[in-house]
């Protein structure tokens, strides 16, 4: 029904094109109406940075620094208490934001929805920086992060356990954990919604002017049906039934993960 409506508003205006910026969601939706024979072209607009054939998203790197601020913002009080520190940052299906947002604030250990976590080797991590004399440890925490129990159960079986779940979300559970094992007191922070909202980062001001200059001169040429895109810095397109539909997710194995390991972040898994 929505399709149609889009159609029929489409032809009420007269459009010779319709320009569709957001996510996944909305990048299914503009593939639809091409589908339908409208005049389309995409832009990646999402702080998930997960739309698949694209290097970055615009939007990202704005998320990522306002959720570095809160963890830069939690290290001031860090210093001065002898706690654990959960920073829950945005993602429930991916953990692009987080592993970079956990990275540039220098969180201790980051839980991702692509790497199941064990909650002893979490508790390990805390208690080995506590045995160096370290007096504080930070989580950088997705809120789509998963057990590795969680993560063997089925679709339906999960749904069944989130909706009878009695914490707000992953992060509070994880607290709890840490605390019936460990006796350190556990603090939460959620940024939310502050991450996908502000003023964008000049990053991102000059990524989005330069793929919207490309969409521009892809509907000067006529060329529709393809989702402007970056790709090895560069501005390109490609089909966008490509892509849609697709999910880009962070690679366990990828040289970041590997990276981030090598300085001592522990991602719960080893």
Known sequence: D????MKATYHKLNLDCLVILGGNGTQKTANLLREEGLNIIHLP???????YGTDVTFGFQSAINIATDCIDCIH?????HNRVFIVEVMGHKVGWLTLYAGVAGGADIILLPEIPYDIEKVIAAINKRTKAGKGFTILAVAEGAISKEDAALSKKEYKEKVAKRKYPSVSYEIADRIFEETGVEVRVTVPGH??????????????????????AGLILNKEYGYMVCVENNEISKVPLEEVAGKLKTVDPNCSMIKEAKRIGISFGDQ
Do not use: F
């Open 45 to 51: 607009k999402t702080i998930d940075n997960d739309i």
């Open 76 to 80: 001031t009080t860090a210093a001065s």
């Open 194 to 215: 502050t991450q996908r909202g502000g003023e964008p980062c000049a990053y991102d001001r000059v990524l989005s002017t330069r793929l919207g200059a490309e969409a």
């Open 2 to 5: 929505k399709v149609e409506a």
